[in-house]
C-alpha cells in the first residue's frame, strides 16, 4: 500500500486559512485519498475525499496534483475546534475490502 | 445519533484474564474494522469482517481474536491480556468501497493492570 509523507505539526492562527499537504508519490491510479482528522479522546473523523479531482465540502477543501502524488487538505477558516491531528490515507484495495493505513499525520494547533 | 457503539467507554482487566470489547453499528454496513491506537501513535489496523469473512493483518497477534455474529455487532476478544495491551480500541464501519468513508466509534480505552 501506498505511503504518505506529512509534516510532524502545524500551526495556524485562529480565522486564519490552513494548508496541510500530504506526499503520496506510490499511489495507485484507483486509490482514493481520504483524509480524517482525530481530536483528543475521540475516534478518527472522516473530513473528505478525492480520486483526481478538487472537492469541497463543508469541512473542507481538497486540492489534488494532476499527477496524484500530492494533495492538500485546505481549512478555509481556522477555528480552535479544528485542532487536531490530520491523517491524510490512500485507500489501499488489498485482501476482502479496502483498508485505511494509517501514518503518523500531522498535529495541527490553532492560535486565539 | 451514534451510528458506531462501542461499550464499555472505560474497560479495566487484570493481567491475562480474558477480556472481550463490543461494537454495534446501526448503518447496516458490510464491512468492520478493529483498529488499536496505543498513546501518542496513529491507529494500527489489527483485522476486519467483509460480511462473515475475517481478514486478519500479518503482524496481528494470535492473542487477539474477532467475532461477527450478525451484521451489526462484532467483538474483540483479548484472550490473556499483558501490560503493552493497554490502548484504545477503535471500531469502524465501510459499505467496502474505496471512495465512502469509514465512520468510526469513540473507542474503549482498555487497562490492565
Known amino acids: 500500500d501506498a505511503k504518505t509523507t506529512q509534516p510532524n505539526s502545524m500551526e495556524s492562527n485562529e480565522e486564519e486559512p490552513v494548508h496541510l499537504p500530504c506526499n503520496h508519490s506510490?499511489?495507485?491510479?484507483?486509490?482514493?485519498i481520504h483524509w480524517y482528522r482525530q481530536l483528543p479522546s475521540q475516534g478518527p473523523e472522516y473530513v473528505i475525499h478525492?480520486?483526481?479531482s478538487n472537492v469541497n465540502n463543508r469541512m473542507a477543501s481538497l486540492a489534488i496534483a494532476e499527477d496524484r502524488k500530492s494533495s492538500t487538505l485546505i481549512l478555509h477558516r481556522a477555528t480552535l475546534r479544528d485542532a487536531a491531528v490530520y491523517y491524510c490515507i490512500p485507500a489501499y484495495s488489498g485482501a476482502g475490502s479496502y483498508q485505511l493505513t494509517f501514518g503518523k499525520g500531522t498535529k495541527l494547533s490553532v492560535i486565539p | 445519533d451514534a451510528m458506531v457503539i462501542q461499550n464499555p467507554r472505560y474497560q479495566v482487566t487484570q493481567f491475562g484474564k480474558p477480556v472481550t470489547l463490543s461494537c454495534s453499528q446501526t448503518?447496516?454496513?458490510?464491512?468492520m474494522y478493529w483498529y488499536q491506537q496505543k498513546s501518542s501513535q496513529a491507529p494500527k489496523l489489527l483485522f476486519h469482517y467483509y460480511d462473515k469473512d475475517f481478514n486478519n493483518e500479518a503482524d496481528t497477534p494470535d492473542n487477539f481474536q474477532s467475532r461477527r455474529p450478525n451484521t451489526s455487532f462484532c467483538f474483540l476478544d483479548i484472550r490473556s491480556p499483558g501490560l503493552g495491551d493497554a490502548a484504545m480500541y477503535l471500531c469502524?464501519?465501510?459499505?467496502?468501497?474505496?471512495?465512502?468513508?469509514?465512520?468510526f466509534g469513540n473507542g474503549t480505552r482498555l487497562t490492565v493492570t
Open positions: 469502524a464501519t465501510s459499505t467496502g468501497q474505496s471512495n465512502s468513508p469509514l465512520h
Open positions: 478525492g480520486l483526481t
Open positions: 448503518l447496516n454496513h458490510n464491512v
Open positions: 506510490t499511489i495507485s491510479g484507483t486509490d482514493y
